[in-house]
């Protein structure tokens, strides 16, 4: 819920801390529902917490953290670009340019891999890939880097999905290209859980926007899957499943 005094976004577990993509994505529905108060006072913690033309620490609070994480980051920019939009404000934009930048230079790695953050780089999280984000970085900023992005993230994509189901995991890893754990991982397996649950959206996204191509493919891979009920997939917490009870119930798909 929001906290209109502190200007932050909580998550259901706790009221002392609060997370830069919580932040993001508030900005994302209040540029959307037209709330540019609500807007300002979410972009004010962004930018008092690390993130004055760069990505906002990943925690603050009573469990605070430093760096930033990338899908927060990508979201934000986005966020800013459409707000510029919504409320016909040049300043929003060059700060969407600013943070593209930002981005660019530090949650893109020399390969053109897509970091989870600006501090570390210990795999790919595939839900953090926003194909459709980057063709609009590109056409913001006029950095043709974006297209070079968009391209290697693609393949990093559709490498992590796994070949009998086409789901992928929280956490890929960047050689294997296998479901990995890391320190970041929600859950403590290395399935289909939270993080991963949002990529089918990121891809559907970018085929809504522009016609993406990987990411139609994605997405038609992993569609039949996605079909099978929730009471057969779902794993005794209700929050995911892992892959082995993924591939057992496989084989009822049409």
């Known amino acids: 819920w929001y906290d209109a005094s502190q200007g932050w976004v909580l998550a259901p577990e706790g009221t002392c801390s609060t997370v830069s993509e919580a932040i993001a994505y508030g900005m994302l529905i209040t540029v959307y529902m037209d709330e540019e108060d609500v807007f300002k006072k979410l972009y004010n913690t962004w930018k008092t917490n690390g993130g004055n033309g760069a990505g906002m620490n990943w925690r603050i609070g009573c469990e605070g953290g430093t760096g930033s994480a990338t899908d927060a980051d990508e979201d934000a920019a986005l966020a800013l670009v459409m707000a510029s939009k919504q409320w016909n404000n040049t300043s929003y934009l060059s700060d969407a340019k600013t943070l593209i930048g930002w981005i660019a230079q530090n949650d893109i790695d020399g390969n053109n891999s897509l970091k989870p953050g600006n501090q570390w780089s210990a795999a790919l999280n595939p ?96 569609a039949n899957i996605l079909k099978l009920s929730g009471e057969a997939l779902a794993g005794e917490d209700g929050t995911g499943f892992g892959p082995d009870r993924i591939r057992a119930v496989a084989g009822q798909v049409k």
């Open 127 to 222: 839900s953090y890939v926003m194909l459709g984000h980057y063709y609009l970085f590109e056409k913001v900023t006029g950095d043709s880097k974006w297209s070079t992005i968009r391209q290697k993230a693609a393949k990093d994509l559709l490498a992590c999905q796994d070949a009998t189901t086409g789901l992928v995991g929280d956490w890929c890893d960047w050689s294997s290209h296998k479901p990995v754990l890391t320190n970041a991982a929600v859950s403590n397996d290395i399935g289909y859980y939270d993080d991963a649950s949002r990529t089918p959206w990121r891809t559907a996204w970018a085929y809504y926007w522009y016609g993406d191509a990987d990411s139609k493919k994605f997405n038609e891979t992993i």
